[in-house]
Structures are given as structure tokens and as C-alpha cells.
């Protein structure tokens, strides 16, 4: 069973930064995705930043340039470095992986909980 767990969120000021820590892949077989999403109030889960395992990563328009995503295989641990934040950045962000959990199993999403972010002065 994969749990995803995240952690790191908090409340920060415009400008700051935050990095939110993601743990739990260790029981993927494959990983084909792995990554961050976020939904504030009142609006839709949204694509943060995606990474797959043809080495290629995927950003948001509106964060580029602003954060960054990354894994550390050895920990198991997915990884999201939020420089510059703004107060439209104020969302629960979710982790998210893709993959089969054994040989040949089905390809599944799982999500974490969510973390809080709060982007105010």
C-alpha cells in the first residue's frame, strides 16, 4: 500500500521561500510520474510540477522560474524548493505519484494528504 506524506508547508511571507518534502515512494515497483499539485479555495487541483521518469520535467506556467522539483531516489523522498512565493501561491498542495507497485501490476494514482500553504504578510 503506498502512502504519500507530505510535509513542510507553513506560512510564509511574499517573497520568501518554502520547501515541501514528500516521502512514501519506496513502495512503487515503477515510478512514471511523480510530483506536485496544489488547490486553493474554491477553484480545481491544479498542476504544480511534474516529474517523469524519462527525465523530463513539467511546470506550471505560473510558477517557472520559481520553483523547482526533485528527487532524491535514495530517500525516497520527492521534493518541491518554492522560491519567491506570492500570496497566489496560498493552496493545499498535494503530492502525487503514478506508477505499479509490482511487476506487471496496474499503473495507479495515489495521492497524499496535503500540506497548507499561506503566502501573507
Known amino acids: 500500500q503506498v502512502q504519500l506524506v507530505e510535509s513542510g508547508g507553513g506560512l510564509v511571507q511574499p517573497g520568501g521561500s518554502l520547501t515541501l518534502s514528500c516521502s512514501g515512494f519506496e513502495r512503487f515497483f515503477i515510478i512514471y510520474t511523480a510530483g506536485w499539485y496544489r488547490q486553493a479555495p474554491g477553484k480545481q487541483r491544479d498542476l504544480v510540477a511534474i516529474?517523469?521518469?524519462?527525465?523530463?520535467?513539467t511546470y506550471a506556467d505560473s510558477v517557472k522560474g520559481r520553483f523547482t522539483t526533485y528527487r532524491d531516489e535514495a530517500k525516497n523522498t520527492v521534493y518541491l524548493r518554492m522560491n519567491s512565493l506570492k500570496p497566489d501561491d496560498t493552496a493545499v498542495y498535494y503530492c502525487?505519484?503514478?506508477?505499479?507497485?509490482?511487476?506487471?501490476?496496474?499503473?495507479?494514482?495515489?495521492w497524499g494528504q496535503g500540506t497548507q500553504v499561506t503566502v501573507s504578510s
Open positions: 502525487h505519484g503514478n506508477g505499479r507497485t509490482f511487476y506487471q501490476g496496474p499503473v495507479s494514482d495515489y
Open positions: 516529474y517523469s521518469n524519462d527525465g523530463t520535467t
